[in-house]
T-cell receptor
Framework: NAGVTQTPKFQVLKTGQSMTLQCAQD?????MYWYRQDPGMGLRLIYY???????DKGEVPNGYNVSRLNKREFSLRLESAAPSQTSVYFC??????????????FGEGSRLTVL | EDQVTQSPEALRLQEGESSSLNCSYT??????LFWYRQDPGKGPEFLFT???AGEEKEKERLKATLTKKESFLHITAPKPEDSATYLC????????FGQGTRLTINP
């Protein structure tokens, strides 16, 4: 059982380049999330999708866009990467909504470095 | 503003040496408090949900407790494989994560 799969696992970008992080879940969950994790900052929510066809901003959405392609897939796009976006990005999914039961299933992370 | 603070930031114990991790919070309309474990290079893994003061949950050597202002994760007779970062999160309008406690258990 794969759970939540993220690609790529590592990426190095130059300032101004664009890229898309892909996420797919096979648990038939309704809600999906993108977080970033930085030292000393904890996990911060970038965007979330409560259900297929909907997306909403989280705590730190600036510089990012998302697409809920279908129930399984939720992508995160950086249109013009900046060094401040160097981080580890986690995709997560849950059966219920944002506060729900709090039981999120996380992918293994995508480590992004912007030079 | 909803806030979660975990202490200590890092804790180093000898195998078998019991201790506790703290998660204090201020949130309006608590819907639940959640503990996660995160191994290096991995995503967080869900451990427990606590909903009301006085509630306790146990899993192997871990026991989580909840009061009105804080939660404790008690680790009894830990083993090296318990080494990880433990994250606390509170749910209100959204999930708010603490910064984590990095636990190291030396053999």
């Amino acid at each position: 059982n794969a759970g939540v799969t993220q690609t790529p696992k590592f990426q190095v970008l130059k300032t101004g380049q664009s890229m898309t992080l892909q996420c797919a879940q096979d648990m038939n969950h309704n809600s999906m999330y993108w977080y970033r994790q930085d030292p000393g900052m904890g996990l911060r929510l970038i965007y979330y999708s409560a259900s297929e066809g909907t997306t909403d901003k989280g705590e730190v959405p600036n510089g990012y866009n998302v697409s809920r392609l279908n129930k399984r897939e939720f992508s995160l796009r950086l249109e013009s990467a900046a060094p401040s976006q160097t981080s580890v990005y986690f995709c997560a999914s849950s059966e219920f909504g944002l506060a729900g039961t709090g039981e999120l299933f996380f992918g293994e992370g995508s480590r992004l470095t912007v030079l | 503003e909803d806030q979660v603070t975990q202490s200590p930031e890092a804790l180093r114990l000898q195998e078998g040496e019991s201790s506790s991790l703290n998660c204090s919070y201020t949130v309006s309309g608590l819907r639940g408090l959640f503990w996660y474990r995160q191994d290096p290079g991995k995503g967080p893994e869900f451990l427990f949900t606590l909903y009301s003061a006085g509630e306790e949950k146990e899993k192997e050597r871990l026991k989580a407790t909840l009061t009105k202002k804080e939660s404790f994760l008690h680790i009894t007779a830990p083993k090296p494989e318990d080494s990880a970062t433990y994250l606390c999160a509170v749910g209100a309008q959204k999930l708010v994560f603490g910064q984590g406690t990095r636990l190291t258990i030396n053999p």
